[in-house]
C-alpha cells in the first residue's frame, strides 16, 4: 500500500483522516481548501507523519471563479490569465513543497459533436467547446504551448505536472500526438480517472476506455480510482468505493479490468482513491483497500463478465 493515497477536498478533515489514511501510505491529495489554517494542518502532519502532499489544483477555494484553469481557450486574454493564475498558486503552496500538481485536460474540454453528454458534470458552460469550433491543429497547437510552460514551471517550483484527462475526444484516442508531447516533454504525466473513462463508455458510442488505459496508462502517475453504477436507469453510486462484489454485468465499472491492465503497463502507479468512504462500511472499506493491492501484485483470473483488455 506504500502508493496509495486518499484525497482531502474542501479542507483537512480529521475524522476521514483518521479513518481513511493506513500506515504505509504515500500520501494526500488536497484540493479546494477553504483556510489556510487547514493548509498548514495538513502540512505538520505531513511532516510528522512523513506523507507526500498532492494537489489537485487549485488547492485554495475562492480564488478564481471557475475551478479550473482555461488554459487552451481560443481567447488569448482568458489563456493569459490562466497560466497568471496557476503561476500565483504555484508560488503560493512552494511552502508545502507538493509532489505533484495535478490539472484537467484539455480545459476547456473539447467535446465530439456526435456524443450526448447531458449527463457529463460541468461547473460551468465556459469549461467546454464543442469540436466543430476548435481545430485538431489548434489543440494540438495550445497543448504542445501548455507543455513547453508545464515542464518549465515544473522545474522551477520543483514539482511534477500531472494532467487529468477529462472528457476526451478524437484529437486524443485516434491520434498519436499526445503521446509524441508525453514522451517529448516526459517530466509531464498523467492521471487516468476510472469514473471518467467507464462514464464516457457508457455514453459515448465511438470511445474505448480499456483501450485509453492500454495506451496511456505508462505515462501516469496517478489512477483516480473510483466506481459507479451504469444503467438503462441512470447513474448511481457516483464515486462509489471499489470492491469486488459490485459485478460489471450489474452496470458497474469494470475495475479488475482496468487494474489488470495497468499492473501490467505501469505497476508503480499511485493509486488516488477518490471515492466517498461514507458510503461504506468501515470492513467495506478494508476489503477495497485489500482488493485494490491484490489486483496490482498478484496475477489475477478475471472474473468480470468482460475479459478483453
Known amino acids: 500500500m506504500k502508493n496509495f493515497m ?5 479542507g483537512f478533515d480529521q475524522a476521514k483522516y483518521a479513518r481513511d489514511f493506513k500506515e504505509g501510505f504515500y500520501g494526500i491529495e488536497a484540493c479546494l481548501f477553504d483556510s489556510e489554517e487547514d493548509i498548514q ?43 497568471e493564475r496557476i503561476e500565483k498558486e504555484l508560488a503560493f503552496m512552494a511552502f508545502i ?17 456526435r456524443v450526448d453528454w447531458r449527463v457529463w458534470r460541468f461547473y460551468d458552460s465556459r469549461d467546454y467547446v464543442w469540436e466543430h469550433t476548435y481545430t485538431e491543429a489548434e489543440f494540438q497547437y495550445r497543448s504542445e504551448q ?16 500531472v494532467l487529468e484527462f477529462d472528457a476526451l475526444n478524437r484529437y486524443v484516442y485516434e491520434t498519436e500526438f499526445l503521446e509524441y508531447l508525453l514522451q517529448k516533454y516526459s517530466t509531464i504525466k498523467l492521471c487516468l480517472d476510472t469514473g471518467r473513462l467507464f462514464l ?3 455514453i459515448d458510442p465511438f470511445f474505448d476506455a480499456r483501450h485509453v488505459i ?11 480510482l473510483k466506481s459507479m453504477k451504469v444503467t438503462a436507469g441512470g447513474v448511481e453510486f457516483v464515486h462509489f468505493p471499489v470492491l469486488p462484489e459490485c459485478k460489471p454485468e450489474e452496470g458497474w465499472a469494470p475495475i ?17 482513491f477518490e471515492h466517498r468512504s461514507d458510503q461504506v462500511t468501515d470492513e467495506q472499506l478494508e476489503r477495497c483497500y485489500r482488493w485494490v493491492k491484490q489486483l496490482l501484485t498478484e496475477p489475477q483470473e478475471s472474473t468480470s463478465s468482460n475479459n478483453s483488455i
Open 200 to 202: 464516457q463508455e457508457k
Open 41 to 83: 494542518n495538513l502540512q505538520r502532519e505531513s511532516q510528522a507523519k512523513g506523507f507526500a502532499i498532492g494537489v489537485h489544483f487549485p488547492l485554495r477555494a475562492g480564488q478564481s471563479e471557475l475551478r479550473d484553469a482555461l488554459f487552451m481557450d481560443a481567447n488569448d486574454q482568458t489563456r493569459a490569465e490562466a497560466f
Open 97 to 113: 513543497r507538493p509532489t505533484y500538481v495535478l490539472f484537467h485536460y484539455p480545459k476547456p474540454v473539447i467535446l465530439d459533436d
Open 214 to 224: 492500454q495506451t496511456y496508462a505508462k505515462y501516469a502517475w496517478s489512477i483516480h
Open 146 to 161: 501548455l507543455f513547453t510552460w508545464m515542464a518549465e514551471k515544473g522545474k522551477e517550483f520543483r514539482f511534477t505536472p
Open 256 to 272: 479488475e479490468d482496468y487494474l489488470t491492465i495497468i499492473r501490467k503497463e505501469n505497476p508503480n502507479v499511485k493509486i488516488m
Open 6 to 10: 486518499i484525497g482531502q477536498y474542501g
